[in-house]
């Protein structure tokens, strides 16, 4: 199982970008899906999250700004980032749980995409 991310670049504050995180290979089932993201010198932190059933849970920093989405059809999770701010700055991480040629999910994790928000 991949995980591909596309969507990162630079952007002026204020701005909007669209993540993109597609899983491929063998899958039977994804349940949780998330997106985190490390600053330069700050800890990875969680940004968003979205279960099988479309509940979600935003970190307190991008609430109102961020929304994300997914689409199971595709195995593919979605963050709309809008009023991006310098502070938005970090590499983006996909995440999901998914239930591959094994019995029990598995955390697979993206390679990360480039977020930068200029002032």
């Known amino acids: 199982v991949q995980l591909v991310e596309s969507g990162g670049g630079l952007v002026q504050a204020g701005g909007s970008l669209r993540l993109s995180c597609t899983a491929s290979?063998?899958?039977?089932?994804?349940?949780?899906m998330g997106w985190y993201r490390r600053a330069p010198g700050k800890q990875r932190e969680l940004v968003a999250g979205i279960t099988s059933n479309g509940s979600t849970d935003y970190a307190d920093s991008v609430k109102g700004r961020f929304t994300i989405s997914r689409d199971s059809a595709k195995n593919t999770v979605y963050l709309q980032m809008n009023s991006l701010i310098p502070e938005d700055t970090a590499v983006y991480y996909c995440?999901?749980?998914?239930?591959?040629?094994?019995?029990?999910?598995?955390?697979?994790w993206g390679q990360g995409t480039q977020v930068t928000v200029s002032s």
């Open positions: 995440t999901m749980k998914i239930k591959g040629g094994s019995s029990w999910y598995i955390d697979y």
């Open positions: 290979g063998t899958i039977f089932s994804i349940s949780n």
